[in-house]
């Protein structure tokens, strides 16, 4: 069994990774080795969360010099499956659909768009950011040609758990939802939600407290950050 099989590397840990590989990917070149410390500013999380997640990984650093830059991307690039290419089926072709297609940083990271498919027959056989969308009733021949195994849905809400459930019946196992809506799949297959319009709301949570301070403030009462 791999190392990597046996170890068991907590979700959290699994989450962070990517802010760190990020900060080590912009420094790799410029500097050989960093601190936890460095690296904690650069991921915006405590110095102590870095060394424990590191050390998952196998690496401790070096006390007084930290950690090799090099190797930690190897290592963080390794764990998250990025020495291979994920190729990735979109499914709904509306704007936003359009905008991910068009994005050229999934191929940048390791995950190519390999096809887009619709329903909308309107859609269907026009081509967008090089591809020719293909009807949502390919999906298994598009899995079994590309060897697609990450779908991303980006329709609208009222149907994304029908297509959720097209995209793991046609062999896709990890599906990143960007519908507004709940969406389950079954167990062996994983799911991840980004829903933009609930980071608005969590934002405006934030600057309507700003603005609650400020006034306050304005009031003569105290005023100060955000806790």
């Known amino acids: 069994m791999a190392e990597s099989a046996r170890r068991r590397i907590p979700e ?16 790799n070149g410029v500097m050989s080795t960093i601190s936890s410390e460095r690296l904690a500013e650069l991921a915006g999380v405590n110095a102590a969360k870095v060394r424990k997640d590191l050390s998952y990984l196998g690496s401790y650093g070096t006390r007084g010099v930290g950690y090799d830059v090099e190797y930690l991307v190897f290592q963080m690039s390794r ?4 020495t291979q290419d994920w190729p990735v089926v979109i ?8 905008a991910l297609a068009n994005y050229g940083g999934f191929s940048d990271r390791g995950f190519p768009v390999a096809a887009l498919v619709d329903a909308d ?15 949502i009733d390919e999906l298994p021949q598009i899995t ?4 697609v195994t990450i779908g991303i849905i980006a329709t609208p809400a009222g149907v994304a758990q029908d297509i959720a459930d097209r995209l793991v019946a046609a062999g896709v196992t990890s599906v ?11 167990d062996g297959a994983s799911l991840r939600k980004v829903d933009l319009a609930s980071e608005l709301q969590i934002l405006s949570f934030y600057q309507q407290r700003r603005g609650a ?6 009031d003569g009462g105290p005023a100060g950050a955000d806790s």
């Open 12 to 27: 959290a840990t699994v989450a962070r990774l990517p802010l760190y590989l990020r900060s080590l990917v912009e420094l």
């Open 79 to 82: 764990e998250l499956g990025l």
């Open 91 to 98: 499914v709904g072709v509306g704007n936003l659909g359009q």
């Open 121 to 135: 027959p309107s859609k269907v056989g026009t081509t967008i950011a090089g591809h020719v969308v293909r009807h």
């Open 144 to 147: 079994a040609e590309l060897g």
């Open 176 to 186: 990143l939802n960007f519908a507004p809506s709940v969406v389950n799949v079954p």
């Open 213 to 218: 301070l400020a006034a306050l403030g304005a």
